[in-house]
């Protein structure tokens, strides 16, 4: 049988290369899913700073969810100091390393309080000296360690940057609390380097005082005796906390304790091709059906053949299936190769919008590879046999009379899975929204584009043959040519439908994608800028604001209410279809006292007034996922991993504008790494003293290092950015899918009319001309064209309504007119290209050698 498939195939290579070209790049799509999937998994960075420690004990940053993925902790989660004492005691420890870490910018001591702002390469962080043992870190200038509170040792490569050496003073900043420190000496990156950070050391009792939480440490570093065994003393020193929340790290996994953002990326990446991954597949599962089911379609005289002398229909089956089988493995095979190099582009993309670190590296694992050749090649005999499946159970001599012509009427049971697939895709995507609405409705809006795209492909010859009705009129007006192509279009809508699918899918995927971003950048753009109702906001280009500079602004003449906002993640815990689902949200804190006068949440319920001790309120979205409403207690695990349980006061409108979930000031900080806040939102106490708190305000930011002070304009646009990046991920995701879908367009649309060429030699033969048959074309493309626009429109409606209400509760989402447009025109463009170029290639020959290459 593989020899009849393999002979079929060289016979008939245009449409077996569609369907080719079909599974190389739907093999690509898959891989490039799977190694996401696998870098979440087992990629990482190289530590650094700890690159000498045996073992390294840090907090669990992950929330252990039973039957899902663990997120993961906005903020780094910390060990209590007592943990120290009980690892020393562990056999095989030689020496345990209490480090404290916190992040500090650098200014050059010019004399003024401010200082010059030295820019900077990596991020500073400030440690206490016993911790130089982990890199190890050696002294190569200065002859001593830091002696005192105002003492410092840089790492070389920082003092170079800054342009200091041993005998300098810098001064050094934690937010906006600065202090003048002695360079007393420098140290040597350690034998991995400092790629990633920069390093300054203060006594011990320094870096504590600067961490401000003397009783927890960010990690405990643990250099083991000679011959001892990592993952050996590991285990022991887990056996010995094991009634504490703690996590040892040892070899490259040291990476993840040292570099928060780089775990995060690993948990991003793994929920993200998860999610991405299945709809990948459903859409290369349906674009090679496609592709397949006109292949097979272009061939049902010689099938129908095969019936009429005796070839049973497990025949055909077999025959067929051979023939994908060989095209599907080489295609998934050469397709595989690719992916890896749509991952990189697709981590690339991630990292210019700050998503991903720049220095992340894919793990290229051979299993995505594998499990894209075995997914696609499964996918292809399933598409296979569901598209010969009809012709396989005809009678023979009904295939032979059915191959000359096409069926007419759709069959009732594809007529009603169709409709019923349209109608369960409007439920999910505009109904589900009204009566469930949350994150879980916005999903369902989204995902309903596959079933409206899978309905419309299964009615899709009844949509080409009402806009054949339809064009009839105009296309009459070409006697010729028009008539033509009016009873082309009639007589074959299967064929020409095969053409119309992909490129609907394409068009709709398309609108959705765009009018999501849009609504979601109006809408949080929107709610940033009419909220903040302050007259001045004060912001740092550091690390922060200290707490205390809030007082400071408060005794500005003049000022009359100061909001200072913080801001972190935090985890709410909820029950999702009887199972539960931790979610992460992004959060402020904030202070309820005159919050009216500087900051307009639009609370639809509650009163934020109630915003003290353990409270909590809530977006319009958050609290519709979690099924919360004002007087219920939220489960609720703040940045730092700490377990609150929280009564709901108030439900907000502006979510998107300014975080689903809003804390009190003081809760929120206390459970950030820094313990700042990110903004102070100013107001004057009347109108009359608006002059005077700007130049009071002025005059404090020119005393305080990175202090600025915005507009509430400038600060609502800033504000809004974070909403764009998450709507980018999406988009650069899904931009992967639609390039697909349209390699798929070009794919289907040549493989379409290229395989009319003996219809066209025939044509010729009774006497219509070229420019005939090219006109009867350009006004078929317009019936394929004009019935994918309009069904690609349609189908994209659904969706963004759904997801509008889902997003800003108005049931009207936002795309720009131009790019919609944008879209439709290219949409036309390429379709009209990929019929027309074909078309001139395939009228080029003899009609009579047309007629008889087509036999």
Not at 342 to 350: C, E, M, N, S
Not at 362 to 368: A, D, E, F, H, K
Request: contains cysteine; charged residues 15%; hydrophobic residues 45%.
């Amino acid at each position: 049988m593989f020899d009849i498939a393999w002979s079929t195939i060289k016979n008939r290579k245009g449409g077996f290369i569609a369907a080719f070209i079909a599974v190389i790049c739907g093999s690509a799509v898959i891989t490039a899913c799977g190694v996401l999937f696998t870098s979440g998994l087992l990629s990482g960075v190289a530590p650094e700073r700890y690159a000498a420690a045996t073992v390294m004990v840090g907090g669990r940053q992950t929330k252990d969810v039973k039957e899902n993925f663990d997120p993961y902790y906005a903020e780094r989660v910390t060990v209590p100091a007592s943990v120290a004492e009980q690892i020393s005691r562990v056999d095989g420890v030689d020496k345990v390393v209490r480090d404290h870490s916190v992040e500090m910018s650098l200014q050059k001591d010019d004399g003024s309080a401010r200082g010059e702002p030295l820019p900077l390469e990596h991020p500073l962080y400030g440690h206490g000296w016993s911790s130089a043992a982990l890199g190890p870190f050696e002294l190569t200038e200065g002859s001593s360690k830091p002696g005192s509170a105002g003492e410092t040792v840089l790492d070389a490569g920082l003092a170079r940057t800054a342009g200091l050496k041993v005998g300098d003073t810098a001064q050094l900043s934690v937010g906006t609390t600065p202090r003048v420190y002695k360079v007393v000496g420098l140290v040597d990156t350690p034998a991995n380097g400092l790629d990633r950070q920069s390093a300054a050391f203060f006594t011990d009792a320094q870096a504590e005082h600067l961490s401000q939480r003397p009783d927890q440490l960010t990690a405990i570093g643990v250099l083991g005796e000679d011959g001892a065994d990592a993952g050996d003393l590991a285990g022991k020193i887990e056996d010995a906390v094991s009634g504490t929340e703690v996590v040892t790290y040892t070899g490259d996994a040291i990476g993840d304790l040292e570099f928060l953002d780089v775990g995060q990326s690993r948990g991003f990446l793994v929920l993200l091709s998860a999610s991405f991954g299945g709809t990948a597949l459903g859409v290369v599962v349906f674009v090679v059906s496609s592709t397949l089911g006109l292949v097979i379609h272009q061939r049902r005289r010689e099938l129908a053949v095969l019936r009429a002398i005796a070839a049973t229909p497990r025949q055909v089956h077999k025959l067929i299936g051979s023939e994908v089988l060989l095209v599907a493995s080489v295609g998934a095979v050469l397709g595989a190769v690719p992916g890896f190099l749509v991952a990189g582009l697709l981590r690339d993309a991630f990292a210019d919008i700050g998503v991903l670190p720049s220095d992340f590296d894919l793990s290229l694992n051979p299993l995505p590879a594998v499990a894209a050749v075995l997914l696609s090649v499964l996918g292809a005999l399933l598409a296979g046999f569901i598209a010969a499946f009809r012709i396989a159970k005809t009678k023979p001599i009904e295939a032979l009379s059915q191959s000359q012509v096409e069926q007419g009427e759709l069959g009732r049971t594809r007529k009603g899975v169709g409709v019923g697939l349209l109608a369960l895709g409007l439920v999910t995507s505009i109904v589900l929204p009204v009566l469930i609405p949350g994150q879980l409705a916005i999903a369902g809006a989204g995902g309903s584009l596959v079933l409206l795209m899978v309905g419309s492909a299964l009615i899709s010859p009844v949509l080409v043959r009402t806009t054949t009705r339809v064009l009839t009129p105009l296309l009459m007006r070409s006697r010729v040519s028009g008539y033509l192509a009016a009873a082309n279009s009639s007589a074959n809508a299967r064929r020409l439908s095969s053409a119309v699918v992909p490129l609907a899918l394409g068009t709709a995927m398309a609108l959705m994608q765009l009018s999501m971003l849009n609504t979601v950048e109006a809408t949080a753009q929107d709610q940033a800028a009419t909220g903040v109702v302050s007259d001045y906001v004060i912001t740092s280009g550091t690390t922060g604001l200290s707490t205390d500079l809030a007082q400071k602004v408060r005794a500005v003449d003049g000022v009359g209410t100061v909001t200072p906002v913080a801001r972190s993640q935090v985890i709410i815990t909820y029950v999702e279809i009887d199972k539960p689902v931790s979610n992460p949200f992004g959060a402020q804190g904030l202070e309820p006292r005159d919050l009216d006068r500087t900051l307009d949440l639009d609370v639809r319920e509650g009163s934020m007034d109630q915003l003290r001790g353990d409270t909590v309120a809530l977006s319009r979205i958050a609290a519709d996922t979690a099924r919360l409403e004002v007087g219920d207690t939220a489960d609720v695990d703040l940045g730092d991993g700490t377990h609150k349980d929280l009564k709901v006061v108030a439900l907000y409108g502006k979510g998107l504008g300014f975080g689903d979930v809003t804390l009190p000031h003081g809760m929120l900080t206390e459970h950030t790494a820094h313990q700042q806040d990110s903004a102070l939102l100013v107001s004057a106490a009347d109108d009359s003293s608006g002059g005077q708190v700007e130049a009071g305000l002025r005059k404090l930011a020119e005393a305080t290092p990175g202090v600025g002070v915005q507009s509430p304009q400038e600060f609502g646009a800033m504000e809004q950015g974070q909403f764009t990046q998450q709507s980018w991920t999406s988009l650069i995701a899904n931009a992967l899918l639609i390039l697909y879908v349209l390699i798929a367009v070009v794919n289907t649309l040549v493989m379409a009319t290229t395989g009319r060429s003996r219809e066209f030699g025939m044509l010729r033969l009774f006497g219509t001309s070229k420019q005939q048959t090219r006109r009867m074309m350009f006004l078929e493309s317009w019936v394929v064209i004009l019935t994918a626009v309009v069904v690609g429109i349609a189908i994209a409606v659904p969706p963004s309504v759904g997801a509008a209400l889902g997003t800003t509760g108005q049931p009207i989402p936002y795309i720009q007119p131009l790019v919609a447009g944008g879209i439709v025109v290219f949409v036309a463009l390429l379709g009209w290209l990929s019929i027309s170029l074909p078309t001139r290639s395939a009228l080029r020959g003899r009609p009579i050698d047309a007629v008889y290459a087509g036999e």
